[in-house]
């Protein structure tokens, strides 16, 4: 990001905020999304590798540079787990929210009122750990959760086996893989809707879903018997979900990696989470139709 760029970034959320103090939510909206789409083009656009090494070095210079100590030692916990290759937990890195007048950030709660600006506590904006857990209300969680199986059957139709297998030259995953993590992420899911409607006060344990994709003990012999395990798994959750009164979306439980969470965010975050790899499938279907 060059220098204009960032004075247009600033101008845009000063704008907002004025059109805000005014009733101009209309307005203000876009002059928001106008920043972040600069903020995320820029950041897409440096594409850095994400090596763990990088990742660290990155995190830990960051870390020096700030004068927050609650931030600084949040990033080198984060680090802690990065270098022992786990996710990190709740109560190592809390929740953070920002002061929607001034920018003041705190993590783990919200103050009466923000100590800069005299802003009330309630007009925090809470950052959750991924937009996922706030995709989707009920209904639409519902709805995309029955379609995704139906659109990767579509994606799967006409390849072989050895074409659902091919390794892409960057070393990813297959689309075999990718069918694998839809699957492990279904049983991850079901288990826990289960844990929701069985027990009062379970604890959703983290699960690092993302590392099983390129296990083949005990798996189905082809790709399409993996995608029938998934989609038999998620029409069982379904008829589980459509019959709970609306009310029980919002029981909540204790996520390790995510705090308190509801069955609204759990059926949301996989919802959403799926979209992410459609891609990835069409785009390997593509290059097996095309021949390379």
Same mark, same amino acid.
């Given at each position: 990001m060059?220098? #204009? /760029? $960032? &004075? &247009? $970034? &600033? @101008?845009?959320l000063s704008l907002a905020l004025r059109l805000e103090g005014e009733g101009q939510y209309n307005l203000a909206k876009i002059a928001r999304a106008k920043a972040d789409s600069i903020s995320r083009r820029a950041a897409w656009e440096l594409n850095l590798p994400s090596d763990k090494e990088t990742l660290v070095r990155d995190i830990e210079r960051l870390a020096a540079s700030l004068d927050d100590a609650d931030l600084q030692t949040a990033f080198r916990a984060g680090v802690s787990a990065l270098t022992s290759e786990r996710a990190p937990l709740i109560q190592e890195i809390p929740h953070p929210y920002v002061c929607r007048t001034c920018g003041h950030l705190t993590l783990g709660g919200v103050p009466e009122k923000c100590p800069d600006c005299g802003a009330w506590g309630g007009s925090f904006q809470w950052f959750p750990p991924v937009y996922w857990l706030e995709a989707y209300d009920p209904a639409e969680a519902l709805e995309r959760l029955r379609k995704t199986p139906l659109e990767v059957a579509a994606l799967l139709e006409g390849l072989t086996e050895e074409a659902l297998t091919r390794l892409p030259a960057d070393g990813g995953w297959a689309i075999r893989n990718t069918v694998m993590h839809l699957r492990d992420a279904q049983n991850v899911i079901a288990a826990r809707i289960d844990l929701f409607l069985a027990e009062e006060n379970p604890v959703l344990e983290m699960k690092q879903v993302w590392t099983w994709a390129r296990d083949e003990n005990e798996r189905p012999p082809t790709t399409r018997e993996i995608f029938d395990a998934y989609h038999t798994s998620r029409r069982e959750m379904l008829a589980k979900l459509e019959s709970l009164p609306l009310a029980d979306w919002w029981r909540t439980r204790r996520h390790e990696e995510f705090g308190v969470v #509801? %069955? *609204?965010? !759990?059926? #949301? =975050?996989?919802?959403? @989470? /799926? $979209? &992410? @790899? $459609?891609? !990835? %499938? /069409? #785009?390997?279907? *593509?290059? /097996?139709?095309?021949? =390379?």
């Open positions: 060059d220098v #204009s /760029e $960032l &004075t &247009t $970034l &600033t @101008h845009l #509801s %069955i *609204k965010q !759990q059926a #949301s =975050y996989f919802a959403a @989470h /799926e $979209l &992410t @790899h $459609l891609p !990835q %499938i /069409e #785009s390997l279907r *593509k290059r /097996e139709m095309n021949g =390379y």
